[in-house]
């Protein structure tokens, strides 16, 4: 079974099925990319470039903009992703950010 | 071909699934003492409820109203100190009109604590014995109210128990049971495919409002219904968390929009406007998951799915809670809360068919009186705050 699972055909996003480490293959239409850290069961990796301002795609459906330019294999979680609704507030310790 | 069990006949017409004699706190200053009550009662089916607030609220009213003539409730003792401003008489004469056995004792008039304690636990103990023999009566699933709620999420809610409880209530509505889905500052993101599965336009726009109201609710209050443990589960924004949640409310046409205690008149899928009325007033809509399941048992129902990430340990006063696991991590960590592992499916070990025919099993087996893992270990969880409401819109149900 592999690693990370995409979930509409129009996703940026793919979401690790387990503590996928860093340097693992993830693939799409965009070329086969590796991680650049670790990543938590359940969070979410850029298949494509995403530049700054572009929405992040998941289940189809927009879940934020990107604050910054993504890399493909890059950890897209809430330090470069920003809701179009209400702010996320989190402990940054505990947010399951590896690569920061 | 559906299941049929042995339910509780109330003399109100509605049948339920457990048999509860309900201690009810009407303030704060009263609660210690109908907790003494019901600890007297460890083995039996006495379960705490209350209102904490001091000054009148005609939510909080209505809740009690409907928590105490809820069919899973079968007597009822309140508890008031005596100078607080809860509608005591008014909701006694409710439960009273509904053919339950209702006492009231007042601490200011009754001697104090000890001699409360010592008076509610006698007349706890002769409620028992009146409804030992509730007329038993058949019942199905056609007969239920279901609620949903999630909890404690993660990335894994929305892939794995979200959608196994969304098609869940698929066959339960598809079989003439009501079920509700709620919180509405969880849905912010998912109006627009929401609105499109309303049985009416006019319910649709109805559908965009309520998020609407939601969404500037939460902006007021400068938090979105988001815990800092929702971003160590891998989820980003409050949208990311929305879509993941909307899924357990299934591929169903949207029937109807109820209020906290407003009870569906008819099967099908209700969503629960959970977020108040009018100017932002007390603060957070639902401070806590047990805000939302207490609402859910006012409204009816009889059981509550809770599907969690990151690990809840909940259950709650009257209505029992199924516990569904998304994450197998958390699943393999509190395996003795947890009733079902919706994380096998994140591991390719179960479809999510297999896992949403596990919740309907489930589902059927508790009604007919096995405990939940929750039950069993004796949580009781309730909560109440102050809210305030204006009635559903004309759109809102379906015509019986």
Same mark, same amino acid.
């Given at each position: ?13 793919? !979401? #690790?099925? =387990?503590?996928?480490?860093? +340097? ?10 590796? %991680?650049? @850290? ?6 979410? !990796? #850029?298949? =494509?470039?995403?530049?700054? +301002? ?10 934020? %903009?990107? @604050? ?33 | ?400």
């Amino acid at each position: 079974m592999s690693a990370f699972l995409k979930l509409h055909r129009d996703d940026n996003v793919q !979401v #690790a099925l =387990r503590l996928v480490p860093r +340097g693992a293959r993830i693939t799409s239409e965009s070329g086969t990319f590796e %991680t650049q @850290s670790d990543v938590a069961m359940a969070h979410k !990796v #850029a298949d =494509r470039p995403i530049a700054k +301002g572009d929405l992040v795609i998941k289940y189809g459906m927009p879940i934020g %903009t990107a @604050s910054e330019d993504i890399a493909p294999g890059a950890h897209v979680h809430v330090h470069n992703i920003v809701s179009r609704y209400t702010a996320t507030h989190y402990r940054k310790e505990e947010a399951g950010l590896t690569d920061v | 071909m559906s299941e049929v069990w042995q339910g509780f006949l109330r003399s109100d017409g509605r049948k339920g699934i457990r048999n509860t004699v309900a201690v009810a706190y009407l303030v704060e200053c009263a609660h210690f003492v109908a907790d003494e009550i019901v600890r007297n009662f460890r083995d039996a089916e006495v379960h705490l409820i209350g209102f904490p607030g001091c000054f009148p609220n005609d939510y909080a009213q209505k809740m009690m109203e409907r928590l105490g003539t809820h069919p899973n409730v079968g007597a009822v003792l309140l508890v008031s100190l005596g100078c607080e401003s809860f509608n005591r008489s008014k909701l006694a004469s409710v439960i009273a009109a509904s053919g339950r056995p209702v006492e009231t004792l007042v601490i200011q008039k009754t001697g104090g604590s000890a001699a409360t304690i010592d008076k509610g636990t006698a007349l706890v103990r002769d409620m028992l014995d009146r409804i030992a023999d509730v007329p038993r009566v058949d019942m199905g699933v056609s007969d239920l109210v279901v609620g949903t709620v999630c909890g404690g999420s993660d990335g894994t809610s929305g892939l794995s128990g979200n959608p196994a409880a969304g098609r869940t209530f698929d066959r339960l509505v598809a079989e003439g049971a009501a079920c509700i889905f709620e919180e509405t500052g969880e849905l912010i993101g998912c109006e627009h495919i929401m609105a499109e599965r309303a049985v009416t336009p006019e319910l649709g726009a109805e559908l965009k409002a309520c998020v609407d109201k939601a969404a500037r609710y939460y902006s007021v209050l400068g938090y979105g219904s988001f815990a800092a443990g929702n971003a160590t589960g891998g989820l980003s924004t409050i949208e990311e968390k929305s879509l993941g949640a909307y899924v357990k409310s299934g591929d169903a046409p949207i029937s109807g929009i109820i209020k906290p205690g407003d009870v569906p008149p008819k099967g099908g899928l209700y969503l629960m406007d959970v977020v108040p009325d009018g100017e932002v007033r007390f603060g957070f809509p639902n401070i806590s998951d047990n805000a939302e399941i207490v609402e859910m048992i006012a409204s009816g129902a009889h059981m509550t799915l809770f599907i969690t990430g990151r690990g809840s340990v909940v259950g709650s006063a009257i209505s029992p809670v199924i516990k569904i696991c998304a994450n197998p991590d958390t699943y393999r960590a509190l395996a003795g809360d947890m009733d079902i592992n919706a994380g096998a499916i994140i591991e390719g070990k179960q479809s999510l068919d297999d896992v949403a025919g596990e919740i309907y099993t489930r589902i059927c087996a508790t009604a007919a009186g096995t405990a939940t893992a929750s039950e069993a270990l004796g949580h009781q969880e309730f909560i109440l705050t102050y809210k305030s409401f204006d009635p559903i819109g004309p759109a809102c149900l379906p015509t019986v």
